[in-house]
């Protein structure tokens, strides 16, 4: 009997070592640690990149109080728009009439731009300046003068055109909210705006003889929006659309006019852009 119960608690003792002996020969598994957070993406920095898209708008040029015909091609002085000439003036014509209609514009603008943005939290901040090349240009027939001036008016055309663009414009974006990943940005844009504008009017098939043009460097403002994507590397895509509005100028101060021409100055002229334009940018800091 009594060897029966020591060799009981031999097994017993037994089994309950094993377990010890086989855990301290078992290797303990090295701390793994969590895998590091997928880095967010930032757009603070400072870029610079090139754009190109399509640009059209709309003018008008219209007499002023002031206006005069140059000359009536045979050398004869300048008629008052508003005083009646034989052969010239047929009727008065009133100051802020529309000389040639809308002149509508259209042309390619591309070329470079560079800013910096900041960004807190959701939120990103900048400031951008660009500049551009255009040829955009816009003309029309003078049609609407010929009550006033004769069926031969209708052979003149007066038109627009516009050389290069400069902004200079605020920023103010949205990035990682809702649905807008973290390299996704979508923005509102304003500021200033600068252009060289170009008037000219000229009789068709005589515009050596009749033409005349001046330059104008005109300020106004502008406002657009649009969305940029982080493609990695410092490099970003992005696509944009700008209202451009000019002020109101006069032009056709500067003589000499088109020595046998009937060219109507001075006059004031109205401007206004629209751009599509995509851009790519490196944010090299």
């Not at 414009?169 to 940005?185: A, E, N």
């Amino acid at each position: 009997m009594k060897k029966l119960f020591l060799g009981s608690v031999a097994l017993v003792a037994l089994g309950l070592g094993a377990p010890a002996a086989f855990a301290a020969d078992r290797a303990v598994p090295a701390y793994a640690p969590p895998p590091p957070p997928v880095p967010v993406y930032t757009w603070s920095g400072c870029y610079a990149g090139a754009n190109a898209g399509t640009s059209t708008g709309r003018s008008t040029q219209t007499t002023v109080a002031n206006s005069i015909l140059t000359g009536n091609g045979l050398g004869s002085a300048p008629a008052p728009l508003g005083v009646p000439r034989a052969g010239v003036v047929i009727a008065p014509v009133p100051a802020g009439s529309s000389i040639a209609g809308d002149l509508n514009l259209s042309g390619f603008i591309g070329g470079f731009q560079g800013g910096c943005n900041y960004q807190m939290g959701m939120w990103v901040v900048g400031a951008e300046v660009d500049g551009m090349a255009t040829n955009k240009e816009g003309q029309n027939f003078e049609v609407g003068l010929v009550p006033f001036l004769g069926n031969g008016r209708a052979n003149w055309v007066s038109q627009t055109q516009e050389r290069w663009l400069v902004t200079a414009r605020g920023k103010l974006g949205i990035s990682g909210w809702g649905w807008f990943g973290d390299k996704s940005m979508v923005y509102v844009t304003g500021g200033a705006a600068w252009a060289k504008i170009d008037t000219s009017e000229f009789l068709v098939g005589v515009q050596t003889g009749t033409g005349h043009q001046e330059s104008n460097t005109r300020t106004g403002w502008t406002l657009g929006g649009g969305s940029e994507y982080a493609l990695g590397y410092g490099w970003s895509i992005k696509g944009e659309y700008l209202y451009v509005k000019f002020d109101d100028y006069t032009t056709f101060t500067q003589p000499p006019f088109g020595g046998a021409g009937l060219n109507i100055a001075p006059r004031s002229t109205k401007l206004s852009d629209n751009i599509f334009r995509a851009g790519m940018n490196y944010k090299f800091w």
